[in-house]
T-cell receptor
């Protein structure tokens, strides 16, 4: 059973703080993603990574950075947290798209981290 | 980039009725279309998916149809039950990257 684990379910931070959100997967997936979920706006991609030390900007990367030093771990960093970054953050992982079975494109999500920036 | 529109944003049906959620996408290179269900307080989970070379796929009470020419795909749930109440997301995927719709909140009234 695929397990994607996010380090915190709830987090409260102050404006200007540096915030780290951690995600670990145990299925040896190459791809990892960070999304932000806000009511009525669906899942918006912040950053993704196809391999260790590789990263690609998603649709809303401003104010965020990421780190992928090991295959199983993908970190989202808020360099200087702001109130408009208060949101639910979801991590996901998947196999790459060309592994012979399209079913392996499935993304597996973590339980989410609800971040409040005060 | 890809743009996915999903309708309706909310849907309320009586138990036993059918529910249909529709999505359109813009990038003809998208070739994989998953649907995720997110129950309240839980993580999104895949319920059904379809590839661009297939027009329809069914799994018990749920089915997905894809019209590649028109760039739209739909989720159909028959004989709805209260446990079908959730937020449903469609997505269009190209090269492993998915763009999601804004979600549909489905409420099934007993």
């Amino acid at each position: 059973d695929v397990k994607v684990t996010q380090s915190s379910r709830y987090l409260v931070k102050r404006t200007g703080e540096k915030v780290f959100l951690e995600c670990v997967q145990d299925m040896d997936h190459e791809n990892m993603f960070w999304y932000r979920q806000d009511p009525g706006l669906g899942l918006r991609l912040i950053y993704f990574s196809y391999d260790v030390k590789m990263k690609e900007k998603g649709d809303i990367p401003e104010g965020y950075s990421v780190s992928r030093e090991k295959k199983e771990r993908f970190s989202l960093i808020l360099e200087s947290a702001s109130t408009n970054q208060t949101s639910m953050y979801l991590c996901a992982s998947s196999f790459p798209p060309f592994t012979g079975s399209y079913a392996k494109n499935i993304q597996y999500f973590g339980a989410g981290t609800r971040l409040s920036v005060l | 980039g890809e743009n996915v529109e999903q309708h309706p944003s909310t849907l309320s049906v009586q138990e036993g009725d059918s529910a249909v959620i529709k999505c359109t996408y813009s990038d003809s290179a998208s070739n994989y279309f998953p649907w995720y269900k997110q129950e309240l307080g839980k993580r999104p989970q895949l319920i059904i998916d379809i590839r661009s070379n297939v027009g329809e796929k069914k799994d018990q009470r749920i089915a997905v149809t894809l019209n590649k020419t028109a760039k739209h795909f739909s989720l159909h749930i028959t004989e709805t039950q209260p446990e079908d109440s959730a937020v449903y997301f469609c997505a269009a995927t190209n090269a492993g990257k998915s763009t999601f719709g804004d979600g549909t909140t489905l409420t099934v009234k007993p």
